[in-house]
Nanobody, 115 residues
Framework: QVQLVESGGGLVQPGGSLRLSCAASGRISSNNVMDWYRQVPGKQRELVASITSGSITNYADSVQSRFTISRDNAKNTVYLQMNSLKLEDKAVYYC?????????WGQGTQVTVSS
């Protein structure tokens, strides 16, 4: 069984920063992709950033140059450094681990951007 636990969400003012973490445990293949998604009420979950086990990254246009995804393969942990946060970044952020045809989700962590 694979489990993902996110942490690091919270309340921040516009222009501020937060760092999210997602630790994976269980039977994890060394060849995998880890994603960060976010979701606001009434909208579909959207992909924010992805990183392969070889550290190839991909970002949504809306967060490019503000967010940085990274990972520590030894710890099976993925991070999302979020800088210059905007009001529209407010959402529940989820991490996802993809191994082959299987995908595993964390429980989500709330990020609130408010003045």
């Amino acid at each position: 069984q694979v489990q993902l636990v996110e942490s690091g969400g919270g309340l921040v003012q516009p222009g501020g920063s937060l760092r999210l973490s997602c630790a994976a445990s269980g039977r994890i293949s060394s060849n995998n992709v880890m994603d960060w998604y976010r979701q606001v009420p009434g909208k579909q979950r959207e992909l924010v950033a992805s990183i392969t086990s070889g550290s190839i990254t991909n970002y949504a246009d809306s967060v490019q140059s503000r967010f940085t995804i990274s990972r520590d393969n030894a710890k099976n942990t993925v991070y999302l450094q979020m800088n210059s946060l905007k009001l529209e970044d407010k959402a529940v952020y989820y991490c996802k681990l993809r191994m082959g045809k299987f995908g595993y989700w964390g429980q989500g962590t709330q990020v609130t951007v408010s003045s």
